[in-house]
């Protein structure tokens, strides 16, 4: 069976020609996102990582390396300050250094600043937080990172968590993965569903890719299976769901409507 027409046929709930126009949109940004080989696939932080920053990570260059950075603490809920940028003799940079907004102390110099120095103090409380980043052929390391702050995290942590996929939207992208669903008809279906929600495709295709990186020869309970696919048949109208089992363990092979 085609796997494109599989997809199609698991998937035709949609009451309109915009909705499945916008489908095959989706679709296309995901493959557009997703169009690294399989092998450097794997190595891929930053096709994958949802907003993680760990020793050892690497980066192709240092936009995206400071992209990260900043992407990681504002989902954690804190601002970084750019701290140290080493060059070489090319004027190539080779190492960077950034902490945390509330990282040093600051310290005033005569009486006059002392209002000042009082304003500041929620600010400069020497924030232990600190990675370092070096470039060595051609690929920029995470070096160290020191985790800890001594303050709360706040930052932009309400507007992450609007953005960020809940638990159970996770479970329903990696039930709709293990039965070859598509990016498109994946973010379709958490449209519907969550509809209070805002979902984000950037966020879905990051959550697609994990889910696929760890998927191995595909088998799923077949019974498991298609009681959740009869349930969404009940809940959404124009699904029809067909099943082709095959194997002494009785898996799922095929899914048509």
């Known amino acids: 069976m085609d796997k494109n027409a599989h997809k199609r046929s698991l998937f035709e709930i949609y009451s309109s020609e915009e909705e499945i126009i916008d489908v095959d949109r989706l679709q296309e940004d995901y493959e557009s996102e997703s169009t690294l080989s399989s092998s450097s696939f794997e190595d ?22 400071e992209r990260q950075v900043e992407n990681y603490s504002k989902e954690v809920g804190f601002g970084i300050v750019r701290r140290r ?13 950034f902490e945390c907004q509330n990282s040093r102390k600051y310290y005033a110099k005569k009486r006059a600043d002392v209002e000042e120095t009082r304003e500041r103090e929620s600010v400069k409380i020497g924030c232990p937080w600190k990675v370092n980043l070096s470039y060595n052929k051609g690929v920029i390391r995470v070096t160290s990172i020191c985790k800890e702050h001594n303050h709360p995290l706040f930052g932009n942590r309400n507007v992450v968590s609007d953005r960020r996929l809940s638990p159970e939207m996770l ?3 990696e039930f709709l993965v293990n039965v070859g669903c598509g990016a498109g008809p994946i973010i379709r279906m958490l449209q519907k569903w969550f509809s209070d929600a805002v979902i984000h495709p950037k966020n879905v295709y990051n959550a697609i890719c994990l889910f696929r990186r760890g998927q191995k020869v595909m088998k799923t309970d077949a019974a498991e299976t298609y009681d959740k696919l009869i349930k969404i048949q009940r809940e959404e109208h124009g699904w029809f769901v067909a099943t082709r089992l095959e194997g002494d363990d009785n898996h799922l092979t095929g899914l048509s409507g």
């Open 44 to 65: 891929s932080n930053e096709k994958c990582a949802i907003f993680g920053l760990e020793e050892g990570d690497t980066f192709e260059n240092w936009d995206l390396a």
């Open 85 to 97: 940028i080493n060059k070489n003799r090319h004027g190539e940079i080779k190492r960077r250094t």
């Open 171 to 173: 479970e329903e992208i």
